[in-house]
């Protein structure tokens, strides 16, 4: 038994030195700094061009607020809108905020019907240099890393016949804001 305990301490006093000095072992370490370079981000602006856009309702010019749409009618807006995309790997999508048409009087149900029924069957179309896609959304991508061009944006804006029970009666009397229509400029994930 003695043997047996002597062999122990023996044991442990060995574990307890290597265990103590495992912190005394060098380790070798180098670093080495190469010649870097600088680099830029691009950028995507979509912007008004300044010239004013036309109303037509089913293919007449009109006066936007002196027009009153009923069902079967097709509203287009189109305007000449500036955008700007730098990037080597950028897409973007043009699209049309869902704010672009609200109804006139939050609280009215007639106006929250026809804001309904004309936001739901709004579209957006838009041709340029750079500019490709069928809709809803389109592609803005650059060549060469840039796009800096004119594009004419369409908004259609369909009022439909009713087709259900209730049908576009909800919203006679109504009224939307068309004032906002609001394109926007957003970078596609890849």
Excluded: C, H
């Excluded at 936007?64 to 009923?70: K, N, T, W």
């Amino acid at each position: 038994m003695k043997k047996f305990v002597k062999a122990s301490i023996a044991t442990a006093a060995g574990v307890t030195l290597l265990l103590g000095g495992a912190g005394t072992f060098a380790s070798w370490n180098a670093s080495a700094t190469s010649q870097g370079a600088t680099i830029a981000a691009g950028n995507m602006v979509v912007e008004d061009s300044g010239t004013a856009g036309t109303w037509t309702a089913n293919g007449q010019s009109i006066a936007l607020s002196d027009y009153r749409i009923a069902p079967g009618d097709t509203l287009t807006y189109t305007k000449t809108m500036s955008i700007s995309a730098e990037g080597d790997s950028i897409e973007a999508t043009l699209g049309l905020t869902g704010g672009s048409i609200v109804a006139a009087d939050v609280t009215d149900a007639d106006d929250q019907a026809l804001a309904g029924y004309l936001l739901s069957n709004a579209t957006l179309a838009a041709s340029g240099t750079g500019i490709s896609g069928t809709g809803p959304t389109f592609t803005v991508a650059p060549g060469n890393g840039v796009v800096d061009e004119d594009v004419t944006v369409t908004v259609t804006i369909a009022f439909p016949y009713g087709d259900t029970v209730g049908g576009n009666n909800n919203a006679m009397n109504g009224a939307v804001s068309l004032s906002d229509l609001t394109v926007t400029l957003t970078q596609a994930t890849a």
